[in-house]
């Protein structure tokens, strides 16, 4: 598989971006260079039978049984599911607690755990390399009865980056990869995740820009800037798969729940391996980099990226666990961002509000 050209203007070295990918590519354990070419290219691999059907069930299983236990499902019943609590985008889905049990995946799932460290330049990398695991908690979707099922598209509400809990810079750590295992089958139309393939590009472009870091609400699903984001993306994707496969997203890439139109509940999680050190996107002699970090460099059309932080990483409460004292610092740090993206002409897009995203047009004024 070969990499194509992806602009007219092209300031990469596609020489040197090879080479650098063929080194990457040369320490792999279960990636070949197909997958790196598309992660690259698409900002996402799938990576078939990466843990067993056995663990996929036994997970499965165990999230029956609590949503049996404490919601009154009943897994044959499907007039049962409505029980669930909704409101106005979550309806339907609901997130499993677990038992507090953890999967070591490099003895349950090593191919899952070597194929995260392929993406992020190797195990040594990770924060939790050598102890990466997963719970046994889920996100489930049982389907939204009298909400038409409809494809991907910009103006939906919900689109999102990852990472409410830290503020974002173009070299953060706290968020190396998306990983999303699937634990029951997902057929076109049963609430597969949506993605924006061609977000990594936006998010870079809007994170180089600003090295003093921006607030994490306003990449969420709520956040002011998502619009402008979205509405830059046209290459939209449905993830389906089968129980036993992994889902690796670029930690860029903006993605959205969708609605679930059949009697089939989906089962997923979404786990955020963390680096151990900060990207980087400049490295001696042009070798060492990531898969990660050459997506970012495809993106921007870049040989490479000298960038420096402006300001120390900071952790951030996510706004549904904030005490009243700790919204309200937030909220205000916030509102200020707004302000200031506004008069320096990064507005919100006028059809945000119309999709359930906050807005700094009015902060603006």
Known sequence: MKLEAHSPTKTLDPARFEAALAATVAKCRVLDRNDAVH???????????????????????????????????????????????????????????GTGRRFRLASDAPTAAMSQADLVGGRHRLLDGESLSWGDGVIAN???????????????????????????????????????????????????????????????????????????????????????????????????????????????????????????????????????????FSRPGHTGYSLVELAVLWALDRDSIEFTATREPEAVVPRRVRENGERALQEQRLRKEMSDMARRGFLTPAWGTEAAYESNRIASV
Request: hydrophobic share 40%; charged share 20%; glycine share 8%.
């Open 142 to 280: 049982f389907g939204s009865p009298g909400i038409p099922w409809r494809p991907p598209d910009a103006r939906q509400p919900a689109w999102h980056k990852d990472g409410w809990h830290f503020r974002h810079f173009l070299n953060s750590p706290e968020q190396a990869l998306v990983s999303v295992p699937i634990y029951c089958d997902i057929l076109p139309k049963s609430g597969g995740t949506f993605i924006a393939v061609d977000s990594i590009a936006p998010v870079a472009r809007l994170l180089a820009r600003f090295p003093e870091g921006l607030h994490p609400d306003g990449l969420q699903g709520w956040g002011y800037l998502v619009p402008g984001l979205i509405e830059q993306c046209t290459r939209f994707k449905e993830l389906t798969g089968e129980a036993g496969d992994l889902v690796l997203l670029h930690p860029y890439m903006l993605h959205r729940a969708s609605v679930n139109a059949s009697t089939r509940p989906r089962f997923i999680a979404n786990f955020a391996p963390v680096l151990n050190e900060a990207m980087r």
């Open 39 to 97: 992660f690259v290219e698409h900002g996402y691999v799938v990576v078939k039978a990466a843990f067993s059907k056995k663990l996929a069930q036994t997970i499965a299983e165990t999230a029956w049984t609590e949503l049996e236990e404490h919601h009154g499902l009943n897994r044959g019943d499907p007039r049962s599911w409505e029980r669930l609590p909704t409101n106005t985008h979550r309806r339907g889905r609901i997130r499993t607690r």
